[in-house]
């Protein structure tokens, strides 16, 4: 995903654990350029797991240190999980990491 405000870098993806359920704890990181301050969409995949039942944990690592937002409206669309970051500041390289559950 880019937008005239963000570049896209990176993004990568892992198995954490595996439930004794079946169900596997996963996680994704996506990480862009953001260039200019504001509101920033940035959707997720987990491609480890057919969809997120759960989201137990959101990251956010930015480098220069700087504001990196609040997450606000977060929906779950089988295995990718999106969000707003209201008030990114600008100039940074902004990481998120989210771990979810769900079936592989």
């Known amino acids: 995903m880019t937008d005239p405000f963000t570049e896209e870098c990176f993004v990568e993806h892992g198995i954490v654990a595996h ?6 704890v996963a ?3 996506y990480t862009l350029v953001i260039a200019a301050a504001g509101n920033v969409a940035v959707n997720v995949r987990l491609p480890d797991l057919k969809y ?6 959101l990251q956010f690592d930015v480098d220069p240190l700087v504001d990196p937002g609040t997450p606000v409206n ?3 669309i089988g295995n990718v999980v999106g969000l707003t970051l209201v008030g990114v ?4 390289t902004l990481t998120l990491e989210i771990t979810g559950v769900g079936p592989p």
């Open 27 to 29: 996680y994704g990181n």
């Open 52 to 57: 997120v039942e759960h989201v137990i944990h």
């Open 89 to 92: 500041g600008g100039g940074t």
């Open 19 to 24: 439930l004794r359920d079946g169900r596997v």
């Open 74 to 76: 977060k929906q779950i």
